[in-house]
Structures are given as structure tokens and as C-alpha cells.
């Protein structure tokens, strides 16, 4: 998809437009430092259009300017009048065909590219066995009030609020919500597609480029704290992805903690039957974030920085933090000094080594798809895991 | 019953005047009042969202009551100060501009006032009665259905009742300019502003009833327990989007061709130049209403519809940007070789052509299906539409307030306040909206409650509150010069703009019946055919004769009043047997009201031949 309109956009970084709109935002945020295929197909359609509107607006101008100048009103003129001129049909043909061709220009592309992004058949790549086509990563996503759940198809794992995602390959996912309309957007990687309640489910890939932990929002007006229903995409290398994998199947949800308030955190978890919204594990409760992996999360609650201190308050007063949310009034509020167990026994659930800081650091790990399918013996994670570390530096662009 | 005689009445008696006048001068004086009160509250309401985002994280107003303050900007700067603005001139100028003696439907056209402003008033009731409407003026399901408060039954019934209105002026003004032009005035001689009015008119006729529709099916989901939107039960969220916007769309060019149409008056006159391209600009008019209606799917582009769809509504909405781009060139060749005088109202008209051109490209681009998955629901689309309705519809507003303020008053405002006004807003406006295209792009959503720190979202949006608060002090200093004016402002000569329209062939004070005799219109401008071929003054197209007016009326108060009460009623009829009382006393007044109507005769009265000739008004 990247022909001519890539080779455009290269054009125009030359002309400055690009570089100046690229040094806008938060890397991880900003909808104008493209990281993802999808984001990438949409910043050339902007540049496209910015760069058509700019001419007309120019052109507009210029002759706005001239006239304002030219003919305001003189000193001794108040009398003047103008020629009653009623038209010119050259002239208004002229500003009739030019818009129409220059949206003709601007309409291939979109259709064009309206059609690439909407197709969510997984792409089958050359040299490669037509069944890695039905091997396509498939995630079910779930918007909540305000949180989101994140289903890994046929895997056997779940998570909530951070997704991992491998950077080899397109990720397709599925959108639905469990309460009202939300919608799921991470600017730096894709558009935004509606996640709608009911039968209304849609469809969309998400790609990045390179590794990194990048922001998602709600898009779509959902409550009191849509402001506040903020996501993580974690995109790492496939050979880490595939551990993060293989580590969230072999879960144990019953394995003891290390420390010993953690201990007693755990048996505070389910002696207050937070399990009962909050699994452990891929078991589809889906009442309330999943939290297998809490011990690795970027942020508490997607908003707040990660650290024991917001765990607890949270737990103490969500309500204090995201208004409306379904927490609240739902639970027994347990004590500071259990709240704080609590908060040691979720920050220790950490079943993978592969965390959010795993995006961040250059390593690329190559894929393990020998292994992938004998992922049973999982006592020699380790030992893979120095054999296969080829460290290879992300090779630069295609 | 002449005017003159009302100026020496004491003040009860002008209020009942007024309470029951279907004179539509005094009606476009009751919109422009009631429109105006809206405004401010419009305003208020973004003032109190701009304060809140004016730093990251701030906890100014909370969460629940933010939503119902930007939900409630929405509604009320669309429904109720936008739309009754629009229908104040239309009421004040185009019956003036065809030489008519009213509308059509004078009854139905007080009639209409009072179920706008009942309406409003009935919306507006919800912050004291358990909280307003708290889901975003789309109002999308299933949120909108489940909301725990009454807000959204205030919206349904609110709307419902002031859909109603619209409806009818709009039918009214249709048929005024269809049947009641005088002598000579063809279609392809009305003014461009009459043109406008009545192909909004159209769009009204049309857009309005998807609306009434859908508010009807949102009001049996909540109200009586049906489910049209709720998606577990059967039914479907969309079905209230595509209905949402069916009149959603239509509504911002039944907003923003009016305003073309003042803007179009505006500079011909003060360019001193008859329209350029008047043929083509009646025709980009028609057609921007006519791709208008197919169109509403590009609000919707990231609900799921597909490649087909998308694809389709996208070449359609850029399709618009071909008679919009006309009318801007028509205008800027206009103003070409003219004679420019730049008051106040071409002020206006200097600043509508930059800020509405870049309203026009930002829409062009979010058109772009595929790269309005990035824009769509974020501040890159509030930045859009408020350069459109704001840079369109509100500078037209202010442009026709000021340009007309002596057809309607008799005063022309203080031109130098008014140049304060524009320069402080203009500057505050683009201050305000133009670093939104770019918060939007660097991942700001739009109805967020809060921004968090740390995500270089903070400088845009201090600039735009800034630049906000400079729009606050524009609006009151043309608050102040509006009633500075209407204090100790001096009657005015009635042509004071060198006029070319017929509204300025009148005497100042306009008399209630407009023309003594019809005037004959010979052509486009009719006044300015007559300054510059006859003796600056209309020819009279008939004989002095009786005229025929209508009597005042206080059923239209009553019939809208019914329909509040009984509204109430219906809002509160779950709660206590008050609200079944309601709904019986209410219905009551209103079908009592409609009998009353039906079954007593009212033929008016007539202004006799002797009195006119004593008078000595109108075209001679």
C-alpha cells in the first residue's frame, strides 16, 4: 500500500511540512509521529490533504488580500460607484473544474485507502505455508466502564489493560463492549474503530512498527470517566511476545507469593471475593479488569503511575480516581493495612519475565515458532530463552 | 393600532403586546431576545468546560458535571441559540425583503416562538430538577438510555417540543416565499438572505422529521419502557445514530446557508456591487442542501459500516467542497473592483471568508474516510465544527445584528464598541479553536472530562482557554453596546448602509402592515435599481388600499404552555401522581387551546384606505 503515497510523503519531508507536523505531541500519544502501519497509511492521506488545502487556502488568501487592499474605500471616494458586474462564466467555470480535479486527486487515495484499512483477512505473506494465514493472532477486545479487557483467541490467556502485541506482524482484533459505546484508539499505531454493545461488532488490524509502549484511549463519550479509560499497547519483539505468551498459558493462579504480607494478601483476595470480578488466570470473569499479569502493568488503573502507594488508594477509594466507575460501592472496603496486602500480592502476580520495560529497551528476539507448538515443557523457558537470544538489532525499514 | 401608538404604552400593556403579538416583526424580536438569552447560557457553559481544561488534572468541576455542562453546550448553542437566532432574521428581514405584509401562517408563526422557547425553558429545567442531560448533544445509545437521571428525558420531551416549532416556522417561511412576493419579485430576483431562508426552510421540512422520529423512539425507551436502542433486548444502538444524523447533517447547512445568505447581503452592500455570480450562488445553495441530505454517514465513518459505505459518503461530502468553494469565490469577486467600506457588519463578512475557508478544508479533510479514523470524536473535530458554526453561523449572527439592528430597532449600534467586539473575538476565536486541530492530532479526544500530565497537552489547551476568555469580553462589550444603544442611541435615517434590498425602502419606524401599497419590483436589488434609474423610491405596484391583518392572539402562549406542563407530566409520571396531574391539565390547556382556535372564528381586521391616506407611511 505504500508506493506512491510513501514516496510523496518522502517528497514533502523534504519540504518541512512533515518534520515540523512530526515534532508534534507525545511520541507514544501524538497521532502525527506515526509508529504502526495504520498510522503510517493515515499520515500520508494527511499530508495529502493538508498539502491540496494549503494551495487553495493560498490562493484564496491571496486574492482576499489583494482585494481587501485594493479596493477599500478611499479618502473622496464615498461616492464611487462600481461597475454592476453580474458574473464572469470563464472565471466560475475556472473555480468549478479545479476544486472537482483536485478532490479527484484527493478521492483515489481515499477510497483506496479506506479498502486497506478495513481489510481484516489475514494477509498471507510470500514464502510462507498458506496455514500461517489461519495461525493470524485474533484478540477479542472488551470495552467496560471504564477498562479493557483483552481476550487472546484460541490461547487460552487474557489480560486487561496493557496488550501485548508482537511487532512482526499485523495483530487482528475484535471489538465489542460489554455496556455502552466506547471506542479503541492508539493514535501512534492506528485509526480508531467504535467498540459497540451487541451484534454490532467490528473488526480492524493494528501493526507497530517497532517496539515501544504506546498510549490507547476511549474515543467514544462513554461516562464520567471516558477521559480516564486509558490503555496500554505493548509492543515488543516476537521472540519476547512469544514468551509473554507461552509464560500467561502456564499460569499457576493458586502459586503462593514469595513474601509473606503478599501471603496474606492473596487469602484477603479471595476471602473478600474480589475473584469474583477480578480473575486470576484466563477464566472469563470479565466483571472486572483480569489480573494476571497486575504485577507488570504500566500503569494502576491505566491512569495512574505504578506503584503501591495508588494501588492501595485505589482500593481504598476507586471513586476518588475514576468517578462512576463499577467498583465502587460493589465491595467491602477493606482496611488500609489489608489493602496494602492486597496491593503486595497483586504487585507480585508477575507470571512472565516480559514486562512493559522489555519495549523499551532495543532487544530484538527473533520468533520461536519451533518451539511454539511443544510449549507444554515449560521448565526450560530459561534455557530457550539463552539459546535463541540472538540479540539482533531491529533491522531499519523495509 | 399602529406602532407608534404601542411606544406610549405602559409597560404591561407592551408585555401583553408582545405575549400575543403574531406580528412577525415583533416575533423576530422575541426570537432574537430568547436566542440571545441561550447564547449567553451557551457561553457560559464553554467558559466553565474551557476553565476546567484550562490546566492538566484539574478537578474544578467534577466528572457528572462537566458531562452535563458539555452536553448542555452543545444543545443549547444548536437547538436553542443558533436556530432561534436564524429564525429572529428570517422573521425580521424576509418577509421586508419579498415586500410581503406578514407571513403566511401569522398565528402558526407565534406559535412557533412559543414552543422554542417552552421547550428551551423545559430543557433548561433539568439542572434544578436531578441534573441535566449528561451523554454529549448526540445523545448516543444505549448511554443515553440508561442514564440514571432525568437529564435525558428533559432532552426528548425539551427538544420534542421545540422541534415542533421549527417545524412549523420552517413550513410557514416556505410557504411565504413561495406565495406572498410582491409584484415582479421572481425567484430570480429575491434576495440572496430569501434564498437561503428558503431552502433552509426545505431543509427543515425535511431533516426536522428524523429527528421527531427519533426523539419519539428515545422517549418510548425511557419513558414506557420500549427498547428500540437497547442492544440486549433486541434492539439496535446504530438505528439512533443514522437517525441522529439524517437531521443532524442537514441541520448545520440549515445553520450555515442563512448565514451565507447575511454575508452575501453584508458584502454586496458595503462593496457597493450587485452579487457576482448571483445565478450560480442560488445554485451552489441548492445544491450544498442537496448533497446536504446524503452526507449524514461521514459522522459515522468509525462505527463499522464498511469499505462501501465509507467510501461513498466520503466522495459525497467532498463532492460539497465544489459550490461551497464557488460561493466563496462569488463572494471575494464581489468585493473585487467594489467599493469596500469596512464597518462593523463587512468586518464580520472580512473575518467569515478566511475562518469559514479553513472550515471548509478541515472538512474536506476529515471527509477523508480513512484518515478520519484518526480525526474522528477528537479535538481535531471540535476545532472543525467551531470554525464552521462559530466562524459560519455565529459571525453571521453577529454580522445581521448589527447590519439589521436599524430594520429592527431603528438605532444603528455603536460602531466603535463594535469594532472591539469583532477584533476581540476574531483574535480570541482563532486563539481558541486553531490550536485544537493539533491537540486533537496529538491524541486529545474530544468530551474529555480531564487531560493528564505528562502527555504535551498542556500548552494548547492553556491557549485556547486564553483565547476563550478573550471571546468572553467580545460578547459583553457587544452586550454593553447593545444596550448602551437601546438606552441612549439616536433613531436612525432608515437606509443608513446605502441599502440595495427592499427591507430598506421602509420608514424607520417600519409600520405593522410593512407597505402601505406593494411595491413593483423591477429586477435583482430592487431598491438600488431605483436609487440609480428612478427617484430612489419603490413604485407602488397597487392602488392605497384596506389591508387585511390579523389579530393578536394569547392561544399560541397557552397551546406551548399546555405542552410544557403536560411534558412535565410526562417526565415525572413514574415518580408521583403529580405528574399524572400534570399530564391531564396540561393536555387539557393545549387541545382546549386548539378548540378554542378551531371553533372560534378569527378573521382579522382591516387597516382602512382613510386612515392609511392620514398615516401618509410606506411607498408613495
Redesign the interface.
Known amino acids: 500500500m505504500k508506493g506512491w503515497m510513501g514516496r510523496f510523503r518522502a517528497l514533502f519531508l523534504l519540504g518541512g511540512l512533515a518534520l515540523v507536523?512530526s515534532g508534534?505531541?507525545?511520541p507514544y500519544?501524538?497521532?502525527?509521529q506515526p509508529k504502526g502501519e495504520?498510522?503510517d497509511?493515515?499520515m500520508d492521506?494527511?499530508i495529502l490533504?493538508?498539502v491540496?488545502?494549503l494551495f487553495?487556502?493560498l490562493v484564496?488568501?491571496a486574492?482576499?488580500v489583494f482585494?481587501?487592499v485594493k479596493?477599500?474605500?478611499k479618502k473622496g471616494?464615498e461616492d464611487?460607484?462600481?461597475?454592476?458586474?453580474?458574473?464572469?462564466r470563464v472565471?466560475?467555470t475556472i473555480?468549478?473544474v479545479i476544486?472537482?480535479i483536485l478532490?479527484l486527486i484527493?478521492?483515489v487515495p481515499?477510497?483506496q485507502?479506506?479498502?486497506?484499512?478495513?481489510?481484516t483477512t489475514p494477509e498471507t505473506q510470500e514464502g510462507e505455508e498458506a496455514e500461517n494465514a489461519e495461525e493470524a493472532l485474533w484478540i477479542d477486545v472488551t470495552g467496560k466502564q471504564f477498562w479493557w479487557n483483552f481476550d487472546y483467541r484460541d490461547k487460552n490467556v487474557q489480560t486487561s489493560q496493557d496488550l501485548y502485541i508482537p511487532t512482526d506482524r499485523r495483530v487482528y482484533i475484535k471489538l465489542s463492549s460489554g455496556?455502552?459505546?466506547h471506542?479503541f484508539?492508539v493514535?501512534t499505531i492506528?485509526?480508531?474503530?467504535?467498540v459497540?454493545?451487541?451484534?454490532?461488532?467490528?473488526e480492524m488490524f493494528i501493526q507497530a512498527d517497532e517496539e515501544g509502549v504506546y498510549?490507547g484511549?476511549?474515543?467514544?463519550?462513554?461516562?464520567?470517566?471516558?477521559?480516564?479509560m486509558?490503555f496500554r499497547i505493548v509492543a515488543v519483539s516476537p521472540g519476547e511476545f512469544d514468551q509473554w505468551l507461552s509464560d500467561m498459558q502456564n499460569v499457576d493462579p493458586e502459586a503462593e507469593p514469595e513474601s509473606e504480607p503478599a501471603r496474606e494478601g492473596k487469602k484477603l483476595f479471595s476471602e473478600n471475593s474480589c475473584l469474583g470480578c477480578h480473575a486470576v488466570g484466563s477464566s472469563p470473569a470479565m466483571m472486572g479488569p483480569n489480573v494476571t499479569n497486575f504485577g507488570d502493568r504500566s500503569k494502576v488503573a491505566g491512569?495512574l503511575d505504578y506503584n503501591k502507594d495508588n494501588i492501595v488508594s485505589w482500593i481504598l477509594n476507586p471513586e476518588k480516581h475514576k468517578?462512576?466507575n463499577q467498583m465502587t460501592g460493589n465491595y467491602t472496603v477493606p482496611s488500609k493495612e489489608d489493602a496494602e496486602k492486597i496491593a503486595d500480592y497483586l504487585m507480585s502476580l508477575s507470571p512472565s519475565e516480559i514486562g512493559p520495560d522489555d519495549a523499551k529497551d532495543d532487544d530484538y528476539i527473533k520468533p520461536q515458532k519451533d518451539e511454539e507448538s511443544d510449549n507444554k515443557n515449560e521448565e526450560n523457558n530459561e534455557a530457550e530463552d539463552s539459546d535463541e537470544n540472538t540479540n539482533e538489532e531491529q533491522s531499519e525499514e523495509e | 393600532m399602529s406602532t407608534a401608538a404601542l411606544e406610549k404604552q405602559g409597560f404591561g400593556a407592551t408585555l401583553w403586546d408582545y405575549l400575543t403579538t403574531v406580528d412577525h416583526k415583533k416575533i423576530g424580536i422575541l426570537y432574537l431576545l430568547g436566542g440571545g438569552f441561550f447564547f449567553l447560557l451557551g457561553g457560559l457553559e464553554a467558559m466553565l468546560i474551557r476553565l476546567q481544561l484550562m490546566l492538566p488534572d484539574n478537578e474544578l468541576i467534577?466528572?457528572?458535571f462537566y458531562?452535563e455542562v458539555m452536553t448542555m453546550h452543545g444543545t443549547t448553542m444548536i437547538f436553542l441559540a443558533a436556530m432561534p437566532l436564524i429564525f429572529a432574521f428570517m422573521n425580521a428581514i424576509v418577509p421586508l425583503q419579498i415586500g410581503a405584509r406578514d407571513v403566511a401562517f401569522p398565528f402558526v408563526n407565534a406559535l412557533g416562538f412559543w414552543l422554542f422557547l417552552f421547550g428551551g425553558l423545559l430543557l433548561n429545567l433539568s439542572w434544578f430538577m436531578g441534573g441535566a442531560p449528561d451523554?454529549?448533544w448526540t445523545a448516543?445509545a444505549?448511554?443515553s438510555i440508561?442514564s440514571p437521571t432525568h437529564g435525558f428525558d428533559f432532552y426528548a420531551i425539551g427538544l420534542q417540543i421545540t422541534g415542533f416549532g421549527t417545524l412549523m416556522g420552517g413550513i410557514n417561511f416556505i410557504v411565504t416565499i413561495v406565495n406572498m412576493r410582491a409584484p415582479g419579485m421572481t425567484y430570480m430576483r429575491m434576495p440572496l438572505f430569501t434564498w437561503t431562508a428558503l431552502i433552509a426552510s426545505v431543509l427543515i421540512l425535511f431533516a426536522f422529521p428524523a429527528l421527531t422520529v427519533g426523539l419519539f423512539l428515545m422517549t418510548f425507551d425511557r419513558l414506557f419502557g420500549a427498547n428500540f436502542f437497547v442492544?440486549?433486548m433486541g434492539?439496535?444502538?446504530?438505528i439512533w445514530e443514522h437517525l441522529f444524523w439524517i437531521f443532524g447533517h442537514p441541520e448545520v447547512y440549515i445553520l450555515v446557508l442563512p448565514a451565507f445568505g447575511i454575508f452575501s447581503e453584508v458584502i454586496t452592500t458595503f462593496?457597493?456591487?450587485?452579487l457576482?455570480?448571483?445565478?450560480?450562488m442560488v445554485f451552489a445553495t441548492v445544491l450544498i442542501a442537496f448533497f446536504g441530505f446524503m452526507v449524514w454517514a461521514h459522522h459515522m465513518f468509525?462505527?463499522?459500516m464498511?469499505?462501501i459505505a465509507?467510501?461513498i459518503f466520503?466522495?459525497a461530502t467532498?463532492?460539497i467542497?465544489?459550490p461551497t468553494?464557488?460561493k466563496?469565490?462569488?463572494w471575494?469577486?464581489t468585493?473585487?473592483?467594489?467599493?469596500?467600506?469596512?464597518t462593523t457588519p463587512m468586518l464580520w463578512a472580512?473575518g467569515f471568508?478566511?475562518t469559514f475557508?479553513?472550515g471548509g478544508?478541515?472538512g474536506?479533510?476529515v471527509?477523508?474516510?480513512?484518515?478520519?479514523?484518526?480525526y474522528?470524536?477528537?479535538y481535531f473535530v471540535v476545532a472543525h465544527f467551531h470554525y464552521v458554526i462559530v466562524g459560519g453561523v455565529v459571525f453571521g449572527l453577529i454580522a445581521a445584528t448589527h447590519y439589521w439592528w436599524p430594520t429592527m430597532f431603528g438605532k444603528i449600534l455603536n460602531e466603535k464598541l463594535g469594532k472591539w467586539t469583532f477584533w476581540l473575538f476574531f483574535i480570541g476565536f482563532h486563539l481558541t479553536f486553531f490550536i485544537q486541530h493539533?491537540l486533537g492530532?496529538?491524541?486529545m479526544?474530544?468530551?474529555?472530562?480531564?487531560?493528564?500530565p505528562?502527555?504535551?497537552?498542556e500548552v494548547g489547551n492553556f491557549i485556547s482557554t486564553i483565547g476563550a476568555l478573550l471571546m468572553a469580553v467580545g460578547t459583553i462589550i457587544l452586550l454593553y453596546n447593545i444596550v448602551k444603544t437601546t438606552v441612549s442611541g439616536e433613531k436612525c435615517d432608515s437606509d443608513p448602509w446605502d441599502g440595495r434590498t427592499l427591507e430598506w425602502s421602509l420608514p424607520n419606524p417600519t409600520p405593522h402592515y410593512n407597505f402601505k401599497q406593494l411595491p413593483l419590483v423591477r429586477g435583482l436589488d430592487p431598491l438600488w435599481i431605483e436609487k440609480?434609474q428612478g427617484n430612489g423610491k419603490m413604485i407602488p405596484a397597487e392602488p392605497v388600499n384596506d389591508i387585511h391583518m390579523p389579530n393578536n392572539s394569547f392561544l399560541p402562549f397557552m397551546m406551548s404552555l399546555g405542552l410544557f406542563i403536560a411534558g412535565l407530566g410526562f417526565i415525572f409520571r413514574t415518580d408521583s401522581t403529580m405528574g399524572y396531574i400534570g399530564i391531564v391539565a396540561g393536555l387539557v390547556i393545549f387541545f382546549g387551546s386548539m378548540i378554542i382556535r378551531s371553533v372560534k372564528d378569527d378573521l382579522g381586521y382591516h387597516i382602512h384606505k382613510e386612515d392609511l391616506e392620514e398615516e401618509g407611511a410606506g411607498a408613495e
Open positions: 507536523l508534534c505531541g507525545n500519544l501524538s497521532a502525527l495504520g498510522a497509511m493515515i492521506l494527511m490533504s493538508i491540496i488545502m487553495v487556502f484564496v488568501m486574492i482576499y482585494v481587501l479596493f477599500r474605500q471616494q464611487y460607484i462600481p461597475k454592476q458586474v453580474e458574473g464572469n472565471l466560475e473555480w468549478t476544486p472537482i478532490l484527493l478521492a481515499t477510497v485507502y479506506t479498502f486497506a484499512l478495513s481489510d455496556d455502552v459505546i471506542s484508539w493514535p492506528s485509526g480508531k474503530m467504535d459497540n454493545p451487541g451484534k454490532n461488532e467490528n498510549w484511549q476511549c474515543a467514544e463519550f462513554c461516562g464520567p470517566s471516558h477521559s480516564l486509558d491512569i468517578p462512576g | 467534577g466528572a457528572q458531562n451523554g454529549g448516543y444505549p448511554f440508561w442492544p440486549e434492539g439496535n444502538e446504530i462593496s457597493k456591487k450587485r457576482f455570480g448571483y445565478s450560480a468509525t462505527v463499522g464498511g469499505p465509507n467510501s466520503a466522495i467532498m463532492a467542497a465544489v468553494g464557488i466563496i469565490f462569488n471575494l469577486f468585493m473585487w473592483g467594489g467599493n469596500i467600506r469596512l472580512a471568508i478566511p475557508t479553513i478544508m478541515t474536506v479533510m471527509a477523508v474516510a480513512a484518515a478520519d479514523l484518526q474522528h470524536d477528537t493539533f492530532l496529538m491524541g479526544p474530544r468530551r474529555y472530562w480531564k487531560f493528564l505528562g502527555q504535551e497537552l440609480t
